[in-house]
């Protein structure tokens, strides 16, 4: 009975959390003059009504799987990789210098080491926090929120004096990819069956290899011998260490996979839409991360559904702003209140729930 209980509760938590959402930003809907329903309504028919829009909404969330992804490897090792931001900045560059700088080299070669390099920038850039948290017991929170203001400084004198693109004057960017390091868009497989996209959508290869990386996740954690060890040094380091596991070998590797992935966030950004990386390049994936993380509960395939709704808010605020001119400022609010109120009852509920499936192990 306990089992039919904490199963029903984990069912309505979201539903439950999205409830409370809709309520607190209704109350900010209405303090504006506006009617919430008319907002909501406007949200999902702007978002839903065709398939440019749908495929709209898993481009926006495909940065965030990778990040979500990322961020929820560290929580299941009971550490807190808040430098994602910094990770995939640092990523997002190396890839840009690949992409503009190796030349006469084929697209099936060339995108692949592009992906390298990003997957290798975040690798280094979580090299340092995880090595000074093992050797020198600097918390890992500490380190990575530092590492990630040094590689928004890194990142700008990189681009503004060293690989300053001087042909034009418009930006202050990186030179231009090449054509074979641009990640080839969906719109030729789709098409296939019968879906039409227009060239304005660049949904690409990296939304279905985000779900890829989400199975492969699921398949570590639960079906390796490695993934084991993760989850219990996660859940007790020093009872992991008495069965015979080095936590900090798995802290090792384990910050290094959420480094690698990390370094993936911005390559859909870079090689599928913009094309270079300038001063402007799309930053807070890495903090929008650890809210996915949260409200997907640090399962891989609850992290693809909570990336697909914060594609959904983003669109949905388009929506709103063009047609009900609801102030970009409000939309902010709206989006962090939501954002916040997921958060705060999946964090209630599950307690809960713990507390319940602990009785009922006593």
């Known amino acids: 009975m306990k089992r039919i ?11 439950l959390a999205i409830v409370v959402a809709a309520f607190l930003s209704s109350l900010v809907i209405l303090s504006i003059g506006k009617n919430p329903l008319e907002v909501f309504y406007t949200m999902f028919r702007f978002s839903f009504r065709r398939l440019d829009s749908v495929a709209i909404i898993f481009y926006n969330s495909t940065p965030l799987i990778f990040s979500g992804l990322a961020v929820s490897i560290g929580f299941r090792m009971g550490l807190f990789n808040i430098g994602i931001e910094g990770q995939y900045l640092i990523g997002t560059f ?4 690949a992409g503009f700088s190796l030349k006469g080299i084929p697209a099936v070669i060339h995108i692949p080491l592009v992906i390298l390099s990003g997957i290798i920038g975040g690798m280094l850039w979580a090299y340092l926090p995880v090595y000074l948290k093992i050797k020198r017991g600097v918390h890992e929170v500490i380190s990575t929120i530092m ?13 503004s004096e060293v690989f300053l693109d001087r042909s034009q004057k418009l930006l202050i960017r990186t ?8 990640i080839p868009k969906l719109h030729g497989l789709l098409a296939l069956f019968g879906v039409n996209l227009p060239k304005h959508v660049y949904l690409n290869w990296f939304f279905p290899l985000g779900i890829l990386l989400a199975f492969a996740v699921y398949y570590m954690l639960y079906y390796t011998p490695f993934g084991f060890e993760l989850r219990c040094v996660g859940q007790n380091p020093d009872a992991s260490r008495t069965a015979g596991i080095n936590p900090e070998k798995v802290f090792y590797k384990g910050f290094l996979l959420s480094g690698a992935i990390a370094g993936l966030v911005g390559l859909s950004d870079l090689m599928g839409y913009f094309g ?4 402007d390049f799309p930053r807070g994936y890495g903090f929008d991360g650890i809210a996915v993380a949260l409200i997907g509960q640090n399962s891989p395939f609850g992290i693809i559904a909570a990336s697909i709704l914060f594609g959904f808010l983003k669109r949905g605020a388009e929506g709103i702003q063009t047609l009900l001119n609801v102030p970009m400022d409000t939309i902010v609010i709206l989006q962090a209140l939501m954002i916040l109120s997921i958060v705060v009852i999946n964090k209630v509920m599950n307690d809960y729930i713990r507390r319940i499936e602990r009785k009922g192990v006593a």
């Open 94 to 97: 190396l890839a840009a210098l």
């Open 5 to 15: 209980n904490v199963l029903i509760l984990k069912i309505i938590s979201p539903v």
């Open 147 to 159: 590492l990630n203001y040094i590689s928004y400084s890194l990142i700008h004198f990189l681009i």
């Open 276 to 279: 270079y990386m300038d001063l």
């Open 175 to 182: 030179p231009k990819l090449l054509s074979t390091a641009l």
